[in-house]
């Protein structure tokens, strides 16, 4: 399978990288150059290019009939993404749904009631494109929706700050569906150290992830807590080979758990609640 990936920097390199190991002829693509490059003739593509650039790209591609993974966020905007919607062949590489760990969570069999995420992060000079909750807070949105069934919101409450940007680069939200299932997320791109948890409680017990470190443990009714076997494997890779089956059945999970590649419908889903998070903190 010949793949084209939109985008030479970090996360550029490391998709090519992993197609090259799972077989695919990989054309490397620098959209400055122009919308396709050498990129014609190709089965698919993989866009790791800066966030307002995914609209015009992805729509160019699609109208084409070239399959498109789009790395997360969808879009810039909501009302850009919203236009996607409409185009067939695009998926969405929210590739935390492919952490080791999210299995320990879906393996408990926990009916999840609340959740606490917190993703820290030190501050680089990427992804400057889109604010904190765009940039990171959207990963821990994606993983409550996937949890929930994507469930309808009921309240949204949000504040957030910038400090080496105009746009908030520390965040933190309380989300709450019809259904009375409560997310409370935290987030910062300003911080010392790198903090990626994940908690997930039910009645009688609760399933604590480090997504950082691909660790999980459980505690139950007697608050002992227990370590969890975590498979170790490269979540960038599985998501590509998620995305490889795809192309080639349109098959969209690797198994029946969280390794799936999210739909546009649950981005846009992810998007619309990150949207409200930042009108209610602003």
């Known amino acids: 399978m010949r793949v084209a990936v939109y985008g030479l920097g970090r996360m550029g390199r490391h998709h090519a990288r992993h197609l090259s190991g799972l077989g695919a002829e990989v054309v490397e693509v620098d959209p400055s150059l122009g919308l396709h490059g050498d990129a014609r003739g190709v089965d698919a593509a993989v866009l790791a290019t800066p966030t307002r650039t995914h609209a015009e790209l992805a729509s160019s591609l699609s109208r084409d009939g070239i399959p498109v993974l789009v790395e997360k966020p969808l879009a810039a905007s909501l009302p ?126 609760y399933v604590g992830l480090d997504l950082a470190a691909r660790t999980a443990h459980r505690v139950g009714r007697d608050l002992r807590s227990e370590p969890i076997a975590v498979h170790e494997f490269d979540a960038l890779r599985a998501e590509l080979e998620a995305f490889l089956l795809w192309v080639e059945g349109g098959c969209l999970a690797l198994d029946p758990g969280p390794r799936r590649l999210a739909t546009v419908d649950e981005a846009l889903w992810t998007l619309r609640l990150a949207e409200r998070i930042r009108c209610a903190s602003a």
């Open 80 to 205: 850009e993404a919203e236009a996607l919607s409409t185009i067939p062949g695009l998926v969405v590489g929210h590739v935390e749904r492919f952490n080791p760990a999210m299995g320990a969570l879906f393996d408990s069999s926990l009916d999840v009631r609340f959740v606490q995420a917190e993703r820290l992060a030190p501050w680089t000079d990427r992804a400057l494109d889109v604010d904190v909750v765009y940039d990171l807070m959207v990963h821990d949105l994606d993983l409550f929706g996937l949890v929930t069934g994507f469930a309808e919101v009921a309240d949204v409450r949000g504040n957030g700050l910038g400090v080496a940007t105009s746009g908030p680069d520390i965040a933190h939200a309380r989300v709450e569906t019809v259904d009375g299932r409560v997310a409370v997320l935290s987030t910062s791109r300003i911080s010392p150290a790198t903090v990626r948890k994940f908690r997930a409680f039910g009645p009688g017990a």
